[in-house]
């Protein structure tokens, strides 16, 4: 079943419509917003609430539909295109979060948030119990967080079998070669990295991120080494699970 912390689904879509009667004109503002939620692998619900103004006057409606998740999009769609005889654009924001556990005997633990929106995946990270200067962070090969050591989790994800590197390299990169960081004096670190090469649970192996793990590392990826960049010990681990 699917774990309801780890997955949401929200989709936001704003529709302006001007349109005319007669000599009068009228502006109507619509603002169309729809929250899906798995219920479980094969039951998605959806909460569609649409405002509209007119003239100064407010109107809220709300529908709420449950079932498959092709079938409830399709309702979706007829609902809202009922309301003004206008197709709206369905934008998916996909959304998991996971918390990084302490590996090594460290105190090292945070949160990171995977978002994938317009064909963009951001990975947004939050990591305590670090030691001042530069760390690395990777995707490794398998969500699997159950060794001390967090060797458990394989090797670098590399699904197009190039060399490691800095992300972009024209000599190669891995995909979960997300690179360095810094931390502060109490402990604290941040990263903030986007890519249109990753995608949250889709059917694409080159791309799905999706059962693999963050990892971060002791110490400073030097770019070169093969096949892992020499970072030193595994520090943390979070498993990129939705189940």
Same mark, same amino acid.
């Given at each position: +079943?699917?774990?309801?912390?780890?997955? !949401?689904?929200?989709?936001?879509?704003?529709?302006?419509?001007?349109?005319?009667?007669?000599?009068?004109? =009228?502006?109507?503002?619509?603002?169309?917003?729809?929250? %899906?939620?798995?219920?479980?692998?094969?039951?998605?619900?959806?909460?569609?609430?649409?405002?509209?103004?007119?003239?100064?006057?407010?109107?809220?409606?709300?529908?709420?539909?449950?079932?498959?998740?092709?079938?409830?999009?399709?309702?979706?769609? &007829?609902?809202?295109?009922?309301?003004?005889?206008?197709?709206?654009?369905?934008?998916?924001? =996909?959304?998991?979060?996971?918390?990084?556990? &302490?590996?090594?005997?460290?105190?090292?633990?945070? +949160?990171?948030?995977?978002?994938?929106?317009?064909? %963009?995946?951001? *990975?947004?990270?939050?990591?305590?119990?670090?030691?001042?200067?530069?760390?690395?962070?990777?995707?490794?090969?398998?969500?699997? !967080?159950?060794?001390?050591?967090?060797?458990?989790?394989?090797?670098?994800?590399?699904?197009?079998?190039?060399?490691?590197?800095?992300?972009?390299?024209?000599?190669?990169?891995?995909?979960?070669?997300?690179?360095?960081?810094?931390?502060?004096?109490?402990?604290?670190?941040?990263?903030?990295? =986007?890519?249109?090469?990753?995608? *949250?649970? !889709?059917?694409?192996?080159?791309?799905?991120?999706?059962?693999?793990?963050?990892?971060?590392?002791?110490?400073?990826?030097?770019?070169?080494?093969?096949?892992?960049?020499? &970072?030193?010990?595994?520090?943390?681990?979070?498993?990129?699970?939705?189940?």
């Amino acid at each position: +079943m699917k774990n309801f912390n780890h997955l !949401c689904i929200a989709l936001i879509s704003t529709l302006v419509l001007l349109t005319s009667c007669g000599s009068n004109n =009228k502006e109507v503002k619509q603002s169309v917003k729809v929250k %899906m939620e798995r219920v479980d692998d094969q039951t998605v619900k959806a909460t569609v609430t649409i405002q509209k103004e007119s003239r100064g006057e407010q109107t809220e409606t709300i529908e709420v539909y449950q079932g498959p998740e092709a079938e409830v999009k399709e309702k979706i769609a &007829a609902y809202t295109q009922s309301k003004d005889g206008e197709a709206i654009e369905i934008e998916i924001r =996909k959304k998991i979060k996971v918390s990084l556990n &302490a590996k090594s005997g460290t105190q090292t633990t945070g +949160m990171v948030t995977l978002t994938e929106a317009d064909g %963009m995946v951001s *990975l947004e990270a939050h990591i305590n119990g670090l030691s001042e200067g530069t760390h690395a962070i990777h995707l490794h090969e398998t969500a699997d !967080c159950s060794s001390e050591d967090g060797t458990s989790t394989g090797g670098h994800w590399n699904p197009t079998f190039e060399n490691h590197g800095f992300w972009g390299s024209t000599d190669g990169f891995h995909r979960g070669d997300i690179g360095n960081f810094e931390a502060d004096a109490s402990g604290h670190g941040m990263v903030n990295f =986007k890519t249109d090469l990753w995608c *949250l649970d !889709c059917d694409d192996p080159v791309k799905n991120i999706v059962g693999k793990a963050i990892i971060v590392h002791q110490g400073q990826d030097d770019l070169v080494s093969q096949p892992s960049g020499a &970072a030193g010990a595994r520090i943390s681990c979070a498993g990129i699970i939705t189940e």
